[in-house]
């Protein structure tokens, strides 16, 4: 039998899901949560469970191509994707943000939001984006990043954006001001469709327990 793979996110919640892992019976080997380990690829407590470590960005794709059969997720991401062979049964109560829409200050002191009907803006999410905005009749072009989306205003390629915000300061330290929120976010667990029905009784086992284990 294979062994099931759980693809985790490097970067900001990795803490927080540390909590969660380490009190399960499959909980992975120490140095995944050591960020300056260059290893990919983790061994459990559990001779049929083993981690993978990747992009937040990516764990989606990992799950939903069927590399990890499990994975963490952001619903921003879920969301962005919407991968038909993903679903996404757990709510793990880490990872709060919210995804919203900001603006140059110097541009909000001239026009009013309720009058944008063309606009540009910068993103990691050009799906979300479009769709939030196409409810409000207005047609976007996506500029398509990966980081440091403050940067696009102030160096004149657009003159908002659509990011995680968590407690807004880095908009506040470049000129930006949040406008709306389009979604509140935080990690979920993501299951493979195919591999839930395949190993089912392993699957929701390992949903269960983590399920127990939420606060």
């Known amino acids: 039998?294979?062994?099931?793979?759980?693809?985790?996110?490097?970067?900001?919640?990795i803490k927080e899901l540390k909590k969660i892992l380490i009190k399960t019976s499959?909980?992975?080997?120490?140095?995944m949560f050591d960020d300056k380990s260059r290893k990919l690829s983790f061994s459990s407590k559990s001779k049929e469970i083993k981690f993978i470590k990747v992009?937040?960005?990516?764990?989606?794709?990992?799950?939903?191509?069927?590399?990890?059969?499990?994975?963490?997720?952001g619903e921003d991401v879920?969301?962005?994707?919407?991968?038909?062979?993903?679903?996404?049964?757990?709510e793990l109560n880490i990872g709060h943000c919210r995804l919203s829409v900001a603006a140059l200050k110097t541009l909000l002191k001239k026009e009013d939001?309720?009058?944008?009907?063309?606009?540009?803006l910068a993103t990691k999410y050009p799906n979300i984006s479009k769709e939030y905005f196409a409810h409000k009749g207005i047609q976007v072009e996506a500029i398509k990043l990966n980081g440091s989306m403050e940067l696009a205003p102030s160096l004149n390629m657009c003159r908002r954006i659509v990011d995680l915000v968590s407690t807004?300061?880095?908009?506040?330290?470049?000129?930006?001001?949040?406008?709306?929120?389009?979604?509140?976010?935080?990690?979920?667990?993501?299951?493979?469709r195919s591999a839930f029905k395949t190993n089912n009784k392993k699957i929701q086992n390992i949903i269960n327990e983590i399920k127990s284990l939420i606060i």
């Open 1 to 13: 039998m294979s062994k099931i793979i759980i693809a985790v996110p490097r970067g900001r919640i």
């Open 26 to 31: 499959f909980a992975p080997e120490e140095e």
């Open 55 to 73: 992009r937040a960005f990516d764990a989606c794709t990992f799950v939903a191509f069927g590399a990890a059969q499990i994975g963490i997720a």
């Open 78 to 90: 879920i969301r962005e994707f919407d991968y038909s062979e993903i679903y996404a049964p757990l």
């Open 113 to 120: 939001p309720g009058t944008w009907s063309n606009i540009r």
């Open 168 to 192: 807004g300061e880095t908009l506040k330290a470049n000129g930006l001001k949040e406008i709306d929120e389009i979604m509140k976010v935080q990690s979920k667990l993501i299951i493979n």
